[in-house]
């Protein structure tokens, strides 16, 4: 399996990744930001088919940081206290997430295509974003003594 196969490959799980975990979150802010990530994990899978399939690809920055940020700072410590998942999952989110952005910038790197390489690196760059946002929401939940 090749570097951009992997890479298609993390997309798709992912896609059911953060499906599960805004379903356990419990917490409709939390689930709210998994379903960005989700989405964003969508936008990028099919990024990624269509270069395979021969087409070029304008992948545009996605508002997940600003929306995920704003949620973030409503979120009430009686809200999160109600928080019930496994804060493993935020964990393995992000090493799903840091593994992808190196894929991602090394794909950059390599490509032939000004465009090509833009589009691997705004995936790097969400990937990123995704993992500090993990970082975040974790880091509220622990505060918040949920374990």
């Not at 700072?73 to 989110?93: K, P, T, V």
């Not at 390489?117 to 505060?143: K, P, W």
Request: hydrophobic share 40%.
């Amino acid at each position: 399996m090749n570097s951009r196969d992997m890479v298609l490959r993390k997309e798709g799980d992912g896609i059911g990744y953060y499906e599960r975990c805004g379903a356990e979150a419990g917490i409709a802010g939390l689930s709210t930001i998994f379903r960005m990530f989700s989405e964003d994990e969508l936008r990028h899978a099919g990024a990624l088919r269509a270069l395979r399939d021969g087409g070029r690809v304008d992948l545009r920055q996605s508002a997940t940081l600003e929306g995920a940020r704003s949620i973030l700072r409503r979120l009430s410590a009686e809200e999160l206290s109600r928080y019930r998942g496994d804060l493993g999952l935020y964990r393995n989110a992000m090493q799903f997430e840091a593994l992808s952005a190196r894929a991602c910038s090394e794909l950059a790197r390599e490509a032939l295509h000004p465009w090509e390489r833009e589009m691997f690196q705004t995936m790097a760059d969400e990937d990123e974003i995704h993992f500090t946002l993990l970082e975040e929401m974790q880091e509220l939940l622990e505060d918040t003594d949920v374990q």
